[in-house]
Structures are given as structure tokens and as C-alpha cells.
């Protein structure tokens, strides 16, 4: 799961960075919120966790802003504020969650996985003798297991989330990669291994438009 963590204090940052990857999530952090919505337009994310209280840009301004352009990818708002009011003023922008600080880490983790399978209500994606199980990170081949390397099963979670279109190389390097200087044939090389993986025909690729499973 990738998570984009916006929080300014860069102590607490740090600890929750530190802390999600721990807990084996893919976590980018930014600590000034408006390098957010430039990093929206080139990656993407299963859930946002923002801070209210940061400076150059309000909270609530940023939540707004997202979903101008984002409708789908959960956000969980972190704050010290705890009226109504302001809780009401969260959601109604768009907040998925509501987190009052301080906060237990594993109550985050349990609302950041909560959201997860809000927004990916079929945990469990059957395509033909396939089997994948996104909250648990588990692929099966004729019931056995297949073994990933964890930018192989980005690939294959992505290409799943979006069965039935294709995704395309830059898309992939972004989620997968981020800012590694990486190029698409190390995408290409990913896909090859991954095809001998799985039945024929489960990864198809189309020139100039990516790829896709099905």
C-alpha cells in the first residue's frame, strides 16, 4: 500500500514515516504542502494522511484542492483541533477520516487499512486461475502461491486495480519507482519476469498504451 504522509513537523514526520514503512507501507512524505498537489498530478496513492495545521497552506483549503482533482483516494485528516465544527468542516470538504492528535500509532494504522478496504471493497480479485488478495499482499496461481519481490507485486496491484485498461509505463515507474532514476526498460524487464510468472496471456500489452491484466 502507498501512502502519501503531509505533515510539517518534521520530528513527527519522521516518526510516522518511519513507523508506516514499518508496517510495510510505501510511504512518501512531504513536509510542505504545496509540493502536494504537483506530486498528486505524477503519482498515485491508496490513502492521504494530511495534517490540518501547517503553514502556507490551510488544511482545509488543501482538502478542498484535492478533491477538485482527486474524488477516489481516501484522505485521514491528522489535528489537534477536536470541536465539532472543525470536524464537520473536514468532512463536508471531502475527509475521508478524522485522527485527533495525540493518537496511538496502531490506531492509525488500523483507520489508514480501514479506508484501504473502504475504497477496495473486492479484497479478493479472481481473473481466471488468478487470484490476488490486495490487503494482504498475496498472489496465487492455481492456488499456490506465487513469490513477488515488493515492486513486482506493485506492478501486479496496480495492473489489477486497473484490470480491463491499460496502464502505462510512465504511470508504473511513477507508482513503483517514484523519483529512483530509473527508466522503462527496467519496467519492460519487470514485466518479462512477471509473464513467466503467470498463465500466457494474463499481462497483454499494447504499443503505445501500456499494459493490462485479464
Not at 514526520?13 to 504537483?38: A, H, M, N, Q, Y
Not at 489537534?80 to 492509525?108: H, N, Q, V, W
Not at 487499512?113 to 490487503?135: Q, W
Request: hydrophobic share 40%.
Amino acid at each position: 500500500m502507498k501512502v502519501l504522509l503531509v505533515e510539517d513537523d518534521k520530528l513527527l514526520g519522521k516518526s510516522l514515516k518511519e513507523f508506516l514503512e514499518s508496517e510495510g507501507f510505501i510511504t512518501d512524505w512531504v513536509w510542505d504542502p504545496r509540493e502536494v498537489l504537483d506530486l498528486l498530478e505524477v503519482k498515485a496513492y491508496d490513502v492521504i494522511v494530511l495534517d490540518l495545521m501547517m503553514p502556507h497552506v490551510r488544511g482545509e483549503d488543501l482538502i478542498k484542492r484535492i478533491r477538485e482533482r482527486d474524488k477516489e483516494t481516501p484522505i485521514l485528516v491528522l489535528t489537534a483541533k477536536r470541536r465539532i465544527e472543525d470536524k464537520r468542516t473536514c468532512f463536508e470538504l471531502g475527509a475521508d477520516d478524522y485522527l485527533s492528535k495525540p493518537f496511538e500509532m496502531e490506531e492509525l494504522i488500523l483507520r489508514i487499512k480501514a479506508l484501504y478496504r473502504r475504497r477496495n471493497p473486492y479484497d479478493v480479485v479472481v481473473i481466471g486461475n488468478v487470484e490476488v488478495c490486495l490487503s494482504k499482499e498475496v498472489v496465487k496461481v492455481d492456488g499456490k502461491i506465487v513469490p513477488l519481490s515488493k515492486k513486482d507485486w506493485l506492478i501486479v496491484k496496480l495492473l489489477v486495480e486497473n484490470r480491463g485498461t491499460y496502464v502505462s509505463q510512465e504511470k508504473i515507474l511513477n507508482y513503483v519507482w517514484g523519483d529512483e532514476p530509473v527508466g522503462e526498460d527496467v519496467v519492460r524487464a519487470h514485466i518479462k519476469s512477471l509473464r513467466k510468472l503467470f498463465p500466457k496471456g494474463f499481462i497483454q500489452t499494447m504499443r503505445g498504451r501500456g499494459y493490462k491484466v485479464g
